[in-house]
């Protein structure tokens, strides 16, 4: 099972990005999908996630300037990051996710997200 997330770029301090991932469709099926993030010198950290009935959870730092969705006929999910932050620069990842909230499958490869000005 390939998970591929795109999207990422450089963009200005309050600007946004959409990322996507795709995987295949027993998985986005049956799983839960999230969207992780590391940053240089720091832990990977959960940042979103998506049930399969579309309910969604954010850690603190994206709660209200982030939006995760998914659209099961494409096995794919979204991260809509709006007001990035310099505090926001990360490689970010996709994943299914297990109960408790962690990654299922190994991971993918993801995509630089860089907020400077």
């Known amino acids: 099972v390939q998970l591929q997330a795109s999207g990422g770029g450089l963009v200005q301090p309050g600007g946004s990005l959409r990322l996507s991932c795709a995987t295949s469709?027993?998985?986005?099926?049956?799983?839960?999908m999230g969207w992780f993030r590391q940053a240089p010198g720091k832990q990977r950290e959960l940042v979103a996630g998506?049930?399969?009935?579309?309910?969604?959870m954010y850690a603190d730092s994206a709660k209200g300037r982030h939006t995760t969705s998914r659209d099961n006929a494409k096995n794919t999910v979204y991260l809509q990051m709006n007001s990035l932050k310099p505090e926001d620069t990360a490689v970010y990842y996709c994943n299914a996710l297990t109960q408790n909230g962690m990654a299922f499958l190994p991971w993918g490869q993801g995509t630089l997200v860089t907020v400077s000005s």
């Open positions: 998506i049930t399969i009935g579309g309910r969604t």
């Open positions: 469709g027993s998985i986005f099926s049956t799983k839960a």
